[in-house]
């Protein structure tokens, strides 16, 4: 604009003709221009133009979580969620996810808050494998739905802090509680932080140490209940875990199955 306005006859006869309205746009354009310098290198204000991705981001709203107690697969019908309970634990939780590895498969990892705290390194561990981490609260206390409103609040949202550090900033997406000790305000509670109430459709009893072929047995006479399956990496001697997730894993496939996370 300032090298056309510079140019003999023509731009006079032009500011002429248009008088006070060209010389106000003009103006105004001059001033926006200016304004648009501002946030270049030596310049004490911010850039009035941030980048579009940051512009959207800071647009767009993050959906509300739902309270409800999920149990369905965000791969579809033909799709299982793997969940793993209790840990971390330094014997069974590297064992575990080196069966997963070994499969190709992704799970969920409900973590108790004080085993996180005590082994950050397989916090990260999980993480840097691409598992999602679950709140299974400080002490797995199974009688919480029968305590305080206060004292849910300090297990679900002390383990979400506990978690979270230990993982290297990665907050936990879900919410289990222990023994499906669920109330609305502990479900409420984790959804206004961020984390899906998470239930199961299967439950593998490996905490009962059935043996491994009853565990098995358990999954393939139960997949029809539901996607999702439960099974833990602490707690006790988990060997009979890891060799039934050894035959499950396979197995799953075999059917047709595809393995995905809980909804969220």
Request: charged share 20%; hydrophobic share 35%; glycine share 10%.
């Amino acid at each position: 604009m300032a090298r056309s306005g510079g140019r003999g006859w023509y731009g006079k006869v032009l500011a002429a003709a248009l008088g006070v309205t060209a010389v106000a746009a003009m103006t105004s354009l001059w001033n926006t221009q200016l304004g648009s310098t501002k946030g270049q290198p030596g310049q004490s204000s911010v850039s009035a133009s941030p980048s579009k991705p940051n512009s959207q981001a800071q647009g767009r709203k993050t959906p509300p979580i739902s309270a409800e107690i999920a149990h369905a697969s965000d791969g579809g019908a033909r799709s299982v969620n793997i969940t793993i309970d209790d840990g971390p634990d330094p014997v069974w939780t590297p064992q575990v996810l080196q069966v997963l590895r070994d499969n190709g498969v992704k799970a969920t990892f409900c973590m108790v808050g004080t085993q996180a705290q005590a082994h950050p390194d397989l916090v990260k561990a999980v993480v840097a494998a691409g598992h999602r981490l679950c709140d299974h609260t400080v002490s797995h206390d199974v009688t919480m739905d029968r305590k305080s409103e206060a004292y849910q609040s300090q297990q679900i949202l002390d383990a979400e802090r506990m978690i979270t550090k230990a993982s290297g900033g990665v907050r936990p997406l879900y919410y289990r509680a222990p023994g499906g000790a669920f109330t609305p305000y502990s479900r409420h509670l984790a959804a206004s932080h961020g984390m899906r109430p998470l239930g199961w459709n299967i439950d593998s009893k490996d905490f009962e140490l059935p043996g491994t072929e009853a565990m098995v047995a358990t999954v393939k006479n139960e997949i029809s209940n539901g996607p999702t399956l439960l099974f833990h990496d602490a707690g006790g001697d988990r060997s009979q875990t890891v060799a039934a997730l050894r035959e499950v894993l396979p197995w799953l496939k075999e059917q047709g199955y595809s393995f995905g996370f809980p909804v969220r």
